[in-house]
């Protein structure tokens, strides 16, 4: 498989994550525009695709038949020939010499680092691709928690506002006579605490966004809001099938994609044995005589024959099979964890919604209007409202906890690229 990166392409690829990536602070913040920002801006991940791109680079330097360079050697001067073995008889006279020696390796060893340096690539295209998945769960988990904080307000407000109706009504009844001054100072006691929540809440709604624009390389004006469910429509898989896919997560892939390059380093290592033949060809010129040669030296693979270096990228394969194996085992568990997690947290939102009663509201109308015509007491109306402020947030704390054990589970299975 060819990797390759083409010059021309960069400012257009530019320019497009640029404009993928802009955030308007006027535009609510959703899960599928958090998911993108992580793999565009996130740190971790941009650092591993430019290991990437560095490795796909690499493999300009794998691919050419002449891996080393030539040589050149030459001289000139006056160049005695002896006749006999009496000097006087030597003969004496200009001459020169040029060399050129150019090695060549065969096509099994240029074939074998090449397949090196793919099986190289492949192993950064998984490492990158597990530290998307760690990414996305980092953000995905903010995104929740500053989404469930953001309800919580919501919630607060609307309590909030429930509970200024009835200071309002209280004091409207005390002025007519009809309601005591204690009762008034328990309403007024009761809408302070509703503001002070309103306060404390709006507080940890400004920290779990602040949290997830820092996650996302965001100014806090840009997070001013998120938008989406903490529940999620699609059904739960089923145990079965997340196992099934836990060869295939980005973090195990990694591990035998590493294995894959170990063994690959070991064949170039072990290409060793084939001579590296080198094409040489001289010239000489001497006492007006002209001469051609070419020959071809072939180095004897007698002694190095890579087995230092074979060695080793074997033990490196042994290691990381072994770890593979080991992060398959921690994957599988993981997953059985998450999904049985998952399905008693679905059992108990279940429960929580049916005792929650989706009539609240109406019930708190009803008993306002009942209380303004002085049918029902004022400690009436402030424990339902009580009771419907707790019911609320309970079924948001088990909404949160659901949407994040899903988000566990996606990361688990791999589910989450």
């Known amino acids: 498989m060819k990797h390759s990166i083409p010059f021309w392409g960069a400012p257009w690829v530019a320019v497009a994550l640029l404009a993928a990536t802009t955030v308007h602070a006027d535009e609510p913040l959703t899960l599928p ?12 991940v941009l650092a591993a695709e430019t290991e990437l791109r560095a490795e796909q680079a690499s493999r300009v330097g794998a691919t050419p038949l002449f891996a080393q360079n030539p040589s050149i050697e030459g001289g000139a001067g006056m160049i005695a020939e002896p006749q006999d073995l009496r000097w006087r008889n030597t003969s004496v006279g200009p001459g020169a010499q040029l060399s050129v020696a150019v090695p060549v390796e065969i096509a099994l060893q240029r074939w074998r680092r090449v397949a090196a340096v793919d099986a190289r690539v492949n192993a950064r295209i998984a490492e990158r691709d597990a530290v998307i998945r760690e990414a996305l ?7 929740y928690r500053a989404l469930h904080a953001q309800k919580l307000s919501h919630l607060a407000r ?4 429930i509970a200024e109706r009835l200071l309002e009504g209280a004091r409207k009844q005390h002025a007519s006579g009809g309601l005591a001054e204690v009762d008034v100072r328990i309403a007024e006691l009761e809408a302070e605490t509703a503001r002070r929540n309103h306060a404390v809440v709006n507080g940890a709604a400004e920290l779990a966004r602040g949290e997830l ?5 965001l100014r806090p ?7 989406g ?32 390059a170990a063994l690959k380093e070991a064949n170039v290592a072990a290409a060793s044995v084939f001579p590296t033949p080198i094409l040489k060809g001289t010239y000489q010129h001497w006492n007006g005589e002209h001469s051609l040669m070419a020959y071809v030296e072939m180095p004897l693979p007698v002694f190095d024959r890579g087995q230092g270096e074979q060695a080793r990228a074997r033990a490196r394969a042994g ?33 929580i919604r049916a005792a929650t009663s989706a009539a609240d509201d109406e019930l708190i109308e009803r008993l306002e209007r009942l209380y303004s015509a002085r049918q029902v007491d004022l400690n009436t109306v402030i424990t339902v409202r009580r009771q419907m402020l707790q019911s609320r947030r309970e079924s948001l704390d088990a909404d949160l906890q659901e949407a994040l054990v899903r988000l566990w589970l996606d990361a688990a299975t791999g589910a989450l690229r």
């Open 158 to 161: 609307h309590s909030l506002a």
């Open 137 to 143: 769960l980092s953000v995905g988990s903010g995104f």
């Open 33 to 44: 525009a958090v998911f993108a920002l992580a793999r565009q801006r996130g740190p971790d």
């Open 221 to 227: 004006a840009e997070v001013a809001t998120v938008q």
């Open 319 to 351: 290691g990381l099979a072994a770890q593979a194996d080991n992060r398959l085992r921690l994957a599988r568990a993981e997953i059985e964890n998450a999904h049985g997690i998952a399905v008693l947290l679905a059992e108990q939102r279940t429960k």
């Open 213 to 217: 624009a820092s996650l996302l390389g």
């Open 229 to 260: 469910e903490l529940l999620r429509s699609d059904p739960l898989p089923s145990l079965e099938s997340a196992l099934a896919s836990a060869p295939t997560r980005p973090d195990v892939r990694a591990f035998d994609a590493g294995r894959q």
